[in-house]
């Protein structure tokens, strides 16, 4: 049974850096690339970023590429996304997910699909 449980959602004003965590558990994490996806109240579904499972490439969504930083433990099952000058216009419930390919080469299917799993989300918000 695949679980994936994400934290470290926060308020914070515009500027500052957030680290979301994942941990996933039920499946090869080590050989399948991960991402996380956000979804605002009445917004649609943005793909945020996919790493590969070796760590070698990491693909970003355009709004944030520059300022979000994803990384990942294979040895501990974890997922990291290191957000910096974060932006009102990132408010938003973050979703790490399991992507529906193995390979990450860029983040149309977490945009359009969510992935083949996700979690519950953790929210971040960001004031002016």
């Known amino acids: 049974q695949v679980k994936v449980v994400e934290s470290g959602g926060d308020s914070v004003p515009a500027g500052g850096s957030l680290r979301l965590s994942c941990t996933a558990s039920?499946?090869?994490?080590?050989?399948?690339?991960m991402g996380w996806f956000r979804q605002a109240p009445g917004k649609e579904r943005e793909g945020v970023g996919c790493i590969g499972w070796t760590s070698d490439h990491a693909y970003y969504a355009d709004s944030v590429r520059g300022r979000f930083i994803l990384s990942r433990d294979n040895a501990k099952k974890m997922l990291y996304l290191q957000m910096n000058d974060l932006k009102p216009e990132d408010t938003a419930m973050y979703y790490c997910?399991?992507?529906?390919?193995?390979?990450?080469?860029?983040?149309?299917?977490?945009?359009?699909?969510?992935?083949?799993?996700w979690g519950q989300g953790t929210q971040v918000t960001v004031s002016s």
């Open positions: 039920g499946f090869l994490f080590n050989s399948h690339a």
């Open positions: 997910a399991v992507p529906t390919s193995r390979y990450c080469d860029n983040v149309q299917d977490l945009t359009e699909s969510g992935g083949n799993y």
